[in-house]
């Protein structure tokens, strides 16, 4: 292996913080890679998070670029890409578990290039463990450098090298890299990269490098885009959308500006994801107040109800802030539907900790939440905290967590029942040819009968049931 082709991360760097700006470049097309896909089929599989998905449609878009075709059966791709998740050992051990898996396929097929990209290559002991185990992979990259992906095939297919190029601090912002969406009418836009809020349990900082914003100009061009081309919803993506802006020098636009000139365009739908409870201030909640395209749903992820345990993640925030923050967007925005997500089982946490988690979701009435035991990230700083509880203990605390979520779940459904409510039709149900699926507003889940000419549009739904986790209607506007 050529040395330029062998590039790994390190933790120590991707750990730092500059002042410096980040610079916005325009994407181009390596100029001896135009036809390079000609003839070829790809596959790629997403794991994780919403971030994930959006780079994904990235890679597709990069791919087509240059000729290659996607295909969903295994035997015929040519190329693989697996972007992988780093958040929980879970996730890591599925790629790991897949890997081993599609050894058969390079075997039956030495053509095959497979690669591995997203957050888990950013990891130092992952770029050990593949280079070590996993000589079936060809190319690996991380979050920094996907735009290069082209890059990196050109010798993986003319030369069969291997190609290991992760960069552990993150460049520049590149804009206009070819997207291909998976949905028609809902689309990921994502507004800033990064995290620097460096949550004690979270290796995000370290995957995805220091909080950079992209500029509203882009931003806005593409939602018009995206609005001319008949989109109905859009989903702005960040790991902490509340500090968008702050590293702009000398501007003050913020979140709030964002969100106010977005949903002064005609996008019908607008949502976002992920806040942070000690970013969101009462500018933001006044511009959700406004409603207009802006959803009457926010998942505000807390993590724990206890403010020993919020203080050992590094949250930022206390019990008593998180719920007076609730207590203001409930009354700024009658109805809203709030989710959230919670670690059980953090290192130190007590029974009474977790006591004081069950009395804030009881306080909060959520409708929903993703719930997680702790998991020891490699690299952060909760990895090294004394933890004694044992395994089973945490998955209790988590099952009893599960059945107070549960409950808040089935009551959010239950309250609409009886109501008409906007949804956004997603397509035909996966048990049910004669059932249609999609989201209203609060983002409920709706099955009802109907007709696939309605797919991609917004319709009104009168909600006659409900279950725990969907609502059933009819349809009363054809
Ligand atoms: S805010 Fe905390 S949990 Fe979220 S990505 Fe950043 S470090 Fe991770």
């Given at each position: 292996m050529s040395d330029n082709l062998l590039q790994k991360p390190k933790l120590n760097e991707a750990r730092k913080r500059t002042k410096n700006q980040t610079e916005q470049v325009i994407y181009a097309i390596p100029?001896?890679?135009?036809?390079?896909?000609?003839?070829l089929k790809y596959m790629i599989q997403t794991y994780g998070c919403q971030g994930n998905e959006a780079d994904s449609e990235k890679m597709r878009g990069l791919l087509e670029s240059v000729g290659f075709t996607q295909t969903l059966v295994e035997e015929d791709a040519d190329f693989i890409i697996l972007?992988?998740?780093?958040?929980r050992a879970n996730a890591e051990n599925k790629v790991f578990g897949e890997l081993g898996r599609l050894k058969h396929l390079k075997v039956a097929k030495p053509t095959l290039i497979l690669a591995v990209g997203g957050c888990?290559?950013?990891?130092e002991v992952v770029i050990e463990k593949i280079l070590k185990t996993?000589?079936?992979?060809d190319i690996v990259f991380g979050?920094?450098?996907?735009?290069r992906l082209i890059e990196f095939l050109i010798p993986a297919i003319k030369t069969h090298q291997k190609v290991i190029a992760v960069e552990s601090v993150e460049g520049d912002i590149v804009e206009s890299v070819p997207t291909i969406h998976e949905n028609q009418f809902k689309a990921w836009v994502n507004i800033m990269y990064g995290c620097d809020?460096?949550?004690?349990?979270?290796?995000v900082p370290y995957t995805r490098g220091k909080e950079r914003s992209r500029k509203p100009e882009s931003i806005i061009e593409e939602v018009k885009d995206l609005i001319q081309k008949g989109y109905q919803e859009i989903t702005l993506l960040g790991?902490?959308?509340?500090?968008?802006?702050?590293?702009?020098?000398?501007?003050?636009?913020?979140f709030a500006n964002l969100l106010d000139d977005l949903s002064n365009?005609?996008?019908p739908r607008i949502r976002f994801t992920t806040s942070h409870p000690k970013d969101f201030g009462d500018d933001l909640i006044a511009v959700l107040a406004k409603g207009h395209h802006l959803l009457p749903f926010i998942h505000l992820?807390?993590?724990?109800?206890s403010n020993k345990i919020l203080k050992a993640m590094n949250r930022k925030y206390t019990k008593e802030h998180y719920l007076e923050l609730i207590r203001k967007i409930k009354i700024a925005i009658p109805g809203v539907s709030i989710t959230t997500d919670i670690i059980v089982g953090?290192?130190?946490?007590t029974e009474e900790d977790f006591l004081e988690t069950l009395d804030l979701v009881r306080q909060c009435d959520f409708e929903g939440a993703y719930t997680f035991i702790f998991s020891p990230r490699t690299g952060?700083?909760?990895?090294?905290y004394f933890d004694d509880l044992p395994k089973e203990a945490k998955k209790q605390r988590l099952y009893q967590l599960n059945d107070l979520i549960n409950e808040g779940f089935a009551k959010g459904n239950h309250r609409f029942v009886g109501t008409v409510q906007k949804v956004l039709v997603d397509g035909r149900s996966k048990t049910k040819q004669t059932v249609l699926t999609g989201y209203t507003e609060h983002n409920k889940l709706v099955n009802f009968k109907g007709d696939?000419?309605?797919?991609g549009k917004i319709i009104d739904v009168k909600i006659i049931d409900a279950r725990t986790w969907s609502l059933v209607g009819e349809i009363i506007d054809e």
């Open positions: 100029e001896d890679a135009y036809q390079l896909g000609d003839g972007n992988t998740c780093a958040i888990m290559p950013q990891e996993y000589h079936q992979v979050t920094h450098n996907l735009h809020e460096f949550c004690t349990y979270c290796i790991q902490n959308v509340n500090s968008y802006g702050l590293d702009f020098e000398n501007n003050p636009y913020r365009l005609d996008i992820p807390v993590q724990s109800g953090f290192p130190g946490e952060t700083p909760a990895a090294l696939e000419t309605l797919i």
